[in-house]
């Protein structure tokens, strides 16, 4: 008899304590009675990231908009490290209500997530879809629309690869910049520097993503993918990364983590990085010398493409009152002043054609000349590779076959497994 | 009275005990049923699978080459976070006689640090191409090899920051080993004019027992969790998983790749492995020191 009142008394106890820790999970917020509707904004910037405008735009938004009050919360570790967030949110019910979404995770965030289409928060909140159509291009569209072609969210952040040249090195060894045009001239000014200084003539940026090494096989006028299948091992695929394979083989090109190669460049010790345009703050504010940055180059008898990098804006809000908020933070947010504000906070391009076309993002670019290559090149994006299924897989599938064929294996071999990996999981 | 005694020490234990299964107990069954299933963290349906998860930990050349580096990364560790500090703690007590309090501390300062800056810095300090130390290299007419590139490489110095890190913590935990040893027991091997070195081998390291395995311990399993903060930082795996480690691997596969299924089967595997190793270890080691 004793135990089996221990066991009830141990059960009860259990219960208690479990009940508290619980309680305090689940803390729930509700509109209060004065009608100001509560919304959070998810984003990745951190204050050395354009934090600081994110918070400002915040705050001039709550200030003009009495009936609305958005809560923004930082993300550590970009667009992946949000995904993640995001992920526990939705399996404790409490999601945000607007989120940066990353191109990368266009599909999967689609095919997961509960969220509203742009268009239908248009049609539903402003009777018609005026406001996406005036303020952005089919083509900028194009970046945020999954495999279904359903607008997933709108553009907010974009970037563009560039090459950045250090121009002390280049003219210090005689290397004409109109060279630098395509691939192959980029190669051979990198061979003359090397040979002449023993320095690195080219970094191409290595992160966890194949971001820069896709612009080089879309500008030697190969595929990515075809109707949703990995296309890239073709013969000019493979052409591609057989001139990147010999610069790094021969030492002309540095193959190294992002950090150190950016690191490199900025301290002069690699003539050319080809990387993202968000870079140009931190290169200009770190690099002793001339630095300067061109268009992406292409290769000889093709043109340049490019797949857009950065960021939409996803409203993830469930509730109809709160998607209405959503929604008009995020026109507050497109707004040309919102948009040229965050610009220059971030070093992203704004999204807007009007924003573009403004005066204030005009000096801006006239100010920071690094800027008008990145913006020459956005007629020439295409959007972020997002295979339908298993992206996340995909992607990896090609950091795998990068990093294999820069270690010296077969091009076409790696890029033919890998591309049949991923042709496998569609 | 003795109905009390009998609920007591349970209820005291309960709160622990109530931790323990929801933050321990409960996630690692749930890994384990969650090891059978292809799921990508929050899709509807889960899709039985089978074995198929813990076949591909075994058959995957990826997960093959990643348990390979991970038996690299503790020989590397053990004999960088153990045997040197055991070696220099041992040096400091019974060669040294002054400035004992002085190394504890210059040795010490490093696990103050958090281990993101600590990657940071040395990544920085040991940047192939245009770090302070190739730059030297450079000027002594070496070249620092572009450990980035190598697997092997990329591992010994990411063993070597974590070694920055806890070698300051497992250094005072050896030395304080040390100094619990009943002092007239040394002293009367010197007036036995007993050997530096049998006085250790026989008497001091067999008495140290405890300590020392705690710190082995210690070593490989805290060892592999600090290594994963500047593999992130680092290398990110990379080159082509080269300086990954099961732990790191794991994550990868859960967190970045949602493939949830594999990573529990890695997470299991992992958890076996090191519930021999424990069970192997309190065996052979601790078992037979009850007798010495």
Known sequence: ?426 | MHNNKKILPFIYLLPTGILLTIFMVIPIIYTFYLSFFDWNLIAPTKDFVGMRNYIEVFTDPVNQKVLMNTFFYIILLLVLNFIVPYVISLIVKFFIKRMQGAYKIIFFIPSLFSLVVGAMIFSWLLNPVSGPVAFLFRESGFVLPNWTNSGGLAIVVICLITNWKVFGYNFILLLTGLGSIPKNIVDATTIDRIPKWRMIWNIVLPMNKSIAIYVLILTIVQGLQYVFTPINVITTGGPYYGSSNVLYHTYLNAFVLYKTGNASALAITTFLIFLVLLYLEIRFVEGRSRYE
């Open chain 1, 1 to 426: 008899m004793k135990t089996k009142y221990f066991k009830q008394f141990l059960a009860l106890v259990g219960l208690a304590l479990m009940a508290v820790i619980f309680a305090g999970c689940s803390s729930t917020s509700k509109t209060s009675a004065n009608a100001v509707t509560h919304i959070t904004y998810w984003h990745v910037n951190a204050q050395t990231q354009g934090g600081a405008t994110v918070d400002e735009l915040v705050k001039e938004f709550n200030k003009t908009h009495k009936n609305i009050k958005v809560t923004a919360k930082y993300n550590p570790n970009m667009y992946k490290g949000l995904m993640q967030n995001l992920q526990s949110a939705q399996a404790s019910g409490k999601v945000p209500d607007v989120t940066q979404v990353g191109w990368a995770y266009d599909n999967y965030f689609s095919s997961n997530f509960k969220y509203m289409t742009s268009t239908d928060a248009a049609k539903k909140f402003d009777g018609n879809d005026k406001f996406i159509t005036d303020h952005f291009t089919t083509k900028t569209l194009s970046f945020a629309k999954d495999a279904n072609k359903k607008l997933v969210g709108l553009p907010y952040s974009l970037s563009t690869p560039v090459l950045f040249v250090n121009k002390d090195l280049l003219k210090q060894y005689n290397i004409d910049v109109k060279s630098l045009d395509t691939w192959e001239g980029v190669q051979k000014a990198a061979k003359s520097i090397n040979e002449q200084s023993g320095k690195y003539g080219l970094y191409i940026q290595e992160p966890g993503d194949t971001w820069a090494q896709q612009a080089i096989m879309l500008s030697n006028g190969a595929d990515i993918q075809k109707n949703g299948k990995a296309a890239f091992a073709s013969e000019n695929g493979e052409g591609a990364y057989k001139l990147y394979q010999e610069m790094v083989t021969d030492k002309t090109a540095l193959h190294t983590p992002w950090a150190q190669g950016m690191d490199s460049f900025v301290k002069g010790d690699v003539a050319m990085a080809f990387t993202t345009i968000a870079q140009a703050s931190h290169i200009k504010k770190g690099a002793s010398f001339n630095a300067s940055a061109i268009i992406a180059p292409h290769f000889e008898g093709h043109k340049t493409t490019v797949p857009v990098g950065g960021s939409m804006l996803a409203i993830t809000a469930q509730d109809a009152t709160q998607q209405k908020a959503a929604w008009e933070f995020e026109k507050f947010m497109f707004k040309t002043s919102s948009s040229v504000t965050w610009s220059k906070g971030t070093g992203y391009l704004p999204p807007t054609k009007d924003a573009l076309e403004s005066k204030e993002f005009k000096d801006h670019v006239s100010e920071n000349p690094m800027l008008v290559p990145a913006v020459n090149t956005l007629d020439k994006a295409i959007p972020w590779t997002s295979f339908p299924k298993n992206g996340l897989q995909a992607e990896q599938a090609m950091i795998d076959a990068r990093d294999k064929i820069l270690s010296g294996s077969d091009i076409s071999s790696t890029l033919k497994s890998a591309q049949e990996k991923i042709n496998a999981q569609q």
